[in-house]
């Protein structure tokens, strides 16, 4: 079983900062990608930020220069600076992870239960 666990969720002012963290546990051989989605009420999920276990990044141009994602690969875990938040950054924020269970098993998406970050005026 694998599980990925969220935190650092919250309210905060706009202009504010919030840190976001997952770790993944559980019967894991080794992670491909790891990143960060939303969805705001009404809209649909999308990609915030991404990382490979290479160290690439790839950031959706809303949050680019703002936000910035990390990883520790030795410990399974994920990280999202955001900075500078806006109105429009209000959102439950979903940890996903693209993974394998053992060597000989297909890669396969997890996903976290979700922490709301609301960004207020």
């Known amino acids: 079983q694998v599980q990925l666990v969220e935190s650092g969720g919250g309210l905060v002012q706009a202009g504010g900062s919030l840190r976001l963290s997952c770790a993944a546990s559980g019967s894991i051989f080794n992670i491909a990608a790891m990143g960060w989605y939303r969805q705001a009420p009404g809209k649909q999920r999308e990609l915030v930020a991404s990382t490979t276990s290479d160290g690439s990044t790839n950031y959706a141009d809303s949050v680019k220069g703002r936000f910035t994602i990390s990883r520790d690969n030795a410990n399974n875990t994920v990280s999202l600076q955001m900075n500078s938040l806006k109105l429009e950054d209000t959102a439950v924020y979903y940890c996903?992870?693209?993974?394998?269970?053992?060597?000989?098993?297909?890669?396969?998406?997890?996903w976290g239960q979700g922490t709301q970050v609301t960004v207020s005026s």
């Open positions: 996903n992870a693209n993974l394998r269970r053992s060597w000989n098993t297909r890669w396969s998406a997890y």
